[in-house]
């Protein structure tokens, strides 16, 4: 079973964003086996940069999405995306600094932060394009 399982209590309704939350899901597990098999420092920091980079362009499509359909939560939303970003650098230069005791931590984090991030604050976007139905383009923003 892998660590983080992306199931349909995880749907916001929205397929362009259902599909990142789910690649979200994949890079963690990715991280996670590499931290498992022990993997060397260059090849655990090349799947947290790859990791950190898709968080990324992820928060960039869900805010662009947000400001589009005029969100009342928006600024919220935009803050809890930079907790997690600043958190992940938090952890990124303690791995550079070879402090790898943290990877525990990290994991747990980032699941953590994940499950509850969606079910909690981007359900209530995803209530929010229902209770109006908003329709969304295929871009998905
Ligand atoms: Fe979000």
Redesign the pocket.
């Given at each position: 079973m892998p660590f983080m399982e992306w199931t349909g209590q995880f749907s916001v309704g929205v397929d362009a964003i259902d599909g990142q939350h789910r690649h979200f899901f994949t890079l963690i597990n990715t991280l996670h086996a590499a931290f498992h098999r022990g993997e060397g420092e260059s090849e655990l920091r090349q799947t947290i940069e790859e990791l950190a980079d898709y968080a990324a362009f992820h928060?960039q499509s869900?805010e662009n999405l947000l400001r589009e359909i005029k969100f009342p939560l928006m600024l919220n939303?935009e803050d809890?995306?930079k907790r997690f970003t600043a958190k992940i650098q938090g952890f990124r230069d303690k791995l550079s600094s070879g402090n790898f005791a943290i990877t525990v931590p990290l994991m747990d984090f980032m699941k953590q932060w994940l499950s509850g991030?969606i079910l909690g604050?981007?359900k209530k976007y995803a209530d929010f394009i229902a209770e109006n139905h908003i329709s969304i383009n295929a871009s998905g923003g």
């Open positions: 928060f869900e939303h809890e995306h991030h604050s981007d």
